[in-house]
């Protein structure tokens, strides 16, 4: 009787197939993670674009303040003195790319509100 | 005769005896590989797995450097002064915070610069930027 006991390879393969889950499990992250960061920054223009439209009292300097910054104002309106806008960005080119290959897509927008307070005159 | 049989049980004794061509008997050539072969793989594993904790951090870090930029920015932008927003600034270590202001605009630009784990990469270093950009004056 012949018994087979070829053991070579069998760890490499198990290692393999190991640090392909790691690979594909880092990519996923790291998609997740481009997108969080983008809504961060999109978050912070916006909050930025707001205040900017509010004291000016018109969209002209928030849409201003969102190219500056790269990213583009969707959608903005003077609501009873706040500015009310909608700031949009575009993923990182490598993402989206993996993303456009997966047939899904992101879009990445923040909003904000800022108007002026009047705390009234002192005494 | 009670004793050989023990032996013969024994792994370790077929280990001793030997066949005709020099080769021990019951030993395949491929005993061992496995263990041979983790060893190589599991440092691998381990750079794989550090080399993705260690994304996940710049990640972090990222964000963390997106909330700076935008604290600073927030306290130029409510009228504080360059300095006073620097000095107020709750700026992780590791982080640089300047101000460029140039023209009617002021960009808050932090930076950071990430070194790497890994030992076998020891002076490898990730440039991270964060910056925003606003009006210099604000007036109601």
């Given at each position: 009787m012949v018994v087979v006991t070829d053991d070579r390879g069998a760890a490499a393969v198990w290692s393999l197939a190991l640090i392909v889950l790691l690979v594909g499990v880092a990519l996923v992250v790291a998609l997740v993670g481009s997108v969080g960061i983008a809504r961060a920054s999109a978050a912070s223009v916006a909050d930025l674009a707001a205040v900017a439209g509010a004291r000016s009292g018109s969209c002209t300097s928030a849409r201003e303040v969102a190219d500056r910054n790269g990213m583009s104002l969707s959608d903005c309106m003077v609501d009873d003195g706040d500015v009310v806008v909608r700031v949009a960005t575009s993923m990182p080119v490598v993402a989206q790319r993996v993303i456009d290959a997966l047939g899904g897509t992101v879009e990445i927008e923040a909003d904000a509100r800022a108007g002026y307070v009047d705390y009234g005159s002192p005494g | 005769?009670?004793?050989?049989?023990?032996?013969?049980?024994?792994?370790?004794?077929?280990?001793?005896?030997?066949?005709?061509?020099?080769?021990?008997?019951?030993?395949?050539?491929?005993?061992?590989?496995?263990?041979?072969?983790?060893?190589?793989?599991?440092?691998?594993?381990?750079?794989?797995?550090?080399?993705?904790?260690?994304?996940?951090?710049?990640?972090?870090?990222?964000?963390?450097?997106?909330?700076?930029?935008?604290?600073?920015?927030?306290?130029?932008?409510?009228?504080?002064?360059?300095?006073?927003?620097?000095?107020?600034?709750?700026?992780?270590?590791?982080?640089?915070?300047?101000?460029?202001?140039?023209?009617?605009?002021?960009?808050?630009?932090?930076?950071?610069?990430?070194?790497?784990?890994?030992?076998?990469?020891?002076?490898l270093r990730v440039p991270l930027e964060q910056s925003v950009t606003l009006p210099r004056e604000w007036s109601w």
């Open positions: - | 005769m009670v004793a050989d049989r023990t032996l013969s049980r024994w792994r370790g004794w077929r280990h001793l005896r030997q066949r005709d061509d020099g080769t021990a008997a019951g030993v395949s050539p491929d005993d061992g590989m496995v263990i041979a072969e983790t060893a190589i793989a599991i440092p691998l594993l381990m750079a794989v797995a550090a080399a993705l904790i260690w994304g996940l951090s710049l990640m972090g870090t990222s964000l963390s450097m997106a909330d700076t930029a935008r604290q600073v920015a927030r306290d130029v932008g409510r009228g504080v002064g360059i300095d006073d927003a620097l000095r107020g600034a709750r700026v992780p270590d590791g982080q640089r915070v300047s101000v460029d202001a140039q023209g009617d605009w002021v960009t808050v630009h932090v930076t950071h610069s990430a070194v790497t784990p890994l030992p076998f990469l020891d002076g």
